[in-house]
């Protein structure tokens, strides 16, 4: 039943790389891949009520992601309507593409590691989406995007979901993973970043006749300024209160309605309606929220029949070399979602084998970080950016793919000389 289960997920994997040449939407097949993969494990089961606690329990994890995506999203849609972005837009004064995707770049990579990769895609996607007109450019720069925020998600212990289970469980120290992996991770986004900045050499801008009016400069950059600090402090909440994630953004999104709607009590009911976060959450994009459920719920499913724990017996057998174990499973996360893929790791390979810091985790780290850039729906920056940005899989899988691989590559190369220098 598990290689139907596979065969299920394959085939759903195909459909949503096909989604425009067979015209079906991608969150409608991935809900029913993920359906079905369940659908599969109750039936192989004796007691059906094992199914659906295992079912539960994989859907606290994934509601948890979901609710995260939600909150973030609304809180940057809430920035968007108040004319925040135009704030942000108005001070970069390049018409030069290429310094503007250096910008974008820069600024990607470092607030990635302060906040998580997620937040930072979503944020940095919508700004890029408003300051750009041109298609393409869009394209690109969202791509870009990917790889900064998981590069940047990779050498923080609260940037990526990943490095963050790795610290919690031990496997890592915060300092040690900063120290390793900040030169690694720069060597994967730098690689990427020259690459795509080729296309764009001597190109400029075109120049806006009519300079963009913000009705409320006030108002814009209260709602701006409070919205960063609160993104800034949901990883600080997370500290303070050991609560997961989703409750520090839904925290910061109850701070910032509290604030909006006092904010324009006393404004006429048509402007408060537009500025309020009611109308923010009805402009979030409900199919792709639950084209990321479908995903994890299918992935879910194959980790509930055990093919990802299968799967790293597999690599051991196969590789037996930790460093390319550990390369293939960053391979492996561009397919699968890395979350399973690295608990499947952690339970595999015990502290006695593997002491804290030592150089697989380091490593594991960095690949299972990054290596979901490659294929956009194989990291939860990549889907959100897709959904912001409308990037097409196969336009991704053709442009992008080749170049981020170079840039894994290239980062887990620095990783290896690093190590044998120092």
């Not at 996607?125 to 590069?151: C, E, G, H, P, Q």
């Not at 940047?152 to 031990?170: C, E, H, K, Q």
């Not at 309606?273 to 979030?284: D, E, F, G, R």
Request: proline content about 3%.
């Amino acid at each position: 039943m598990s290689i139907l289960a596979i065969a299920v997920f394959l085939i759903g994997y195909l459909a949503i790389a096909l989604e425009h040449p067979i015209r079906i939407n991608k969150a409608a097949t991935a809900v029913l891949t993920g359906v079905f993969c369940w659908v599969l494990y109750i039936v192989q089961l004796n007691d059906p009520e094992v199914g659906v606690e295992s079912l539960m329990h994989h859907l606290g994890e994934i509601s948890s992601i979901l609710f995260f995506l939600l909150g973030a999203m609304t809180i940057v849609e809430l920035i968007d309507s108040h004319d925040g972005f135009k704030l942000i837009t108005q001070r970069i004064k390049t018409r030069n593409k290429v310094k503007l995707l250096l910008i974008i770049t820069i600024l990607t990579f470092f607030l990635s590691a302060l906040l998580d990769n997620l937040t930072t895609a979503i944020v940095m996607t919508s700004l890029v989406v408003k300051m750009l007109d041109d298609r393409n450019d869009k394209l690109y720069f969202a791509s870009m995007v990917i790889i900064a925020a998981n590069a940047g998600g990779a050498f923080s212990p609260l940037g990526d979901v990943t490095t963050t289970m790795l610290w919690i469980g031990n496997q890592i120290s915060a300092g040690n993973v900063i120290v390793k992996l900040f030169f690694p991770s720069i060597v994967v986004c730098l690689i990427p970043l020259l690459l795509i900045s080729s296309k764009f050499r001597n190109q400029t801008l075109p120049e806006k006749n009519i300079a963009e009016v913000i009705k409320n400069p006030g108002d814009s950059k209260l709602v701006l300024i409070l919205g960063i600090l609160l993104l800034l402090f949901v990883p600080v909440f997370k500290i303070i209160t050991h609560l997961p994630p989703f409750m520090g953004i839904l925290f910061a999104l109850g701070v910032l309605w509290i604030v909006t709607s006092y904010l324009h009590r006393n404004k006429i009911e048509y402007d408060q309606n537009q500025l309020s976060v009611v109308h923010a959450l009805q402009k979030i994009d409900a199919p792709s929220i639950l084209f990321f459920l479908g995903i994890l719920l299918a992935v879910a499913g194959l980790e509930a029949f055990g093919v990802l724990s299968q799967l790293a017996d597999v690599l051991t057998d196969t590789f037996k070399n930790e460093t390319f174990i550990v390369v293939a499973l960053g391979v492996i996360s561009a397919i699968v979602d890395n979350v399973p893929l690295v608990a499947a790791a952690q339970g595999m390979y015990s502290l006695a084998d593997f002491p804290t810091d030592h150089t697989f985790w380091t490593l594991l780290a960095l690949t299972t970080g990054t290596g979901g850039s490659m294929i956009i729906i194989g990291s939860a920056a990549g889907v959100a950016a897709m959904a912001i940005a409308q990037i097409e899989f196969m336009w991704y899988l053709r442009r992008i793919a080749w170049i981020a691989l170079l840039g894994f590559l290239s980062g887990v190369g620095a990783f290896l000389i690093q190590q044998l220098i120092f």
